[in-house]
């Protein structure tokens, strides 16, 4: 299940899955529910932020005899800058897992084993956004479908989200 870091140099050829859903069925228990949950968190997180600095922007507006309504005009480019960087920060991070991810016991991996990082964290929210803009939420029903349960977003930028092991753990017991 670990991956050799010394075989960080390897040709994507020499690579092999490193998450089996029949070897470890209990990696991928849940894991659909789970991220529906992380997902609705995430977007209180993401939120709550913007939600008051657009008050605080309506409020100033009256102050300023509405000189500072102005400002909402890059607001919209500065939530997408800050959905970007919660996702890049916190995918990237130490624990690979958003607030509502850690608050669900999951985390996202690469397809071969290794811990997201910055990049991939912010890449993996644009492709998100687009994708079931572009192609409706039913673009989520390819989890169900998968053993790894890996959605379209996970399956073009080679990442698998999986439980915790802690929450891997818990579901392993239960066999």
């Known amino acids: 299940m670990s991956v050799d870091p010394g075989r960080a140099s390897a040709s994507y050829g020499e ?33 709550v932020p913007v939600i008051a600095v657009s008050l605080f922007i309506f409020v100033s507006g009256f102050l300023t005899f ?69 192609l409706t939420p039913f673009v989520l029903l390819v989890g169900l479908f998968n053993g790894r349960r890996r959605l379209l977003h996970d399956m073009l930028l080679g990442t698998v989200v999986i439980n915790s092991p802690s929450r891997a753990a818990r579901y392993g017991r239960r066999r």
């Open 66 to 134: 509405g000189l500072g309504w102005l400002l909402f005009w890059p607001l919209h480019g500065a939530a997408v800058v800050w959905a970007v960087l919660y996702y890049g920060f916190t995918l990237g991070g130490a624990a690979s897992a958003t607030v509502g991810m850690r608050a669900m016991g999951i985390e996202m991996r690469t397809w071969y084993g290794t811990p997201c990082y910055f990049v991939l964290g912010a890449v993996h929210a644009i492709v998100y956004w687009i994708s079931v803009s572009m």
């Open 15 to 47: 690579y092999r899955h490193a998450y089996d859903p029949v070897a470890n069925p209990e990696l991928f228990e849940g894991v659909l529910t789970a991220r529906v949950v992380a997902f609705l968190i995430d977007v209180v997180v993401l939120a």
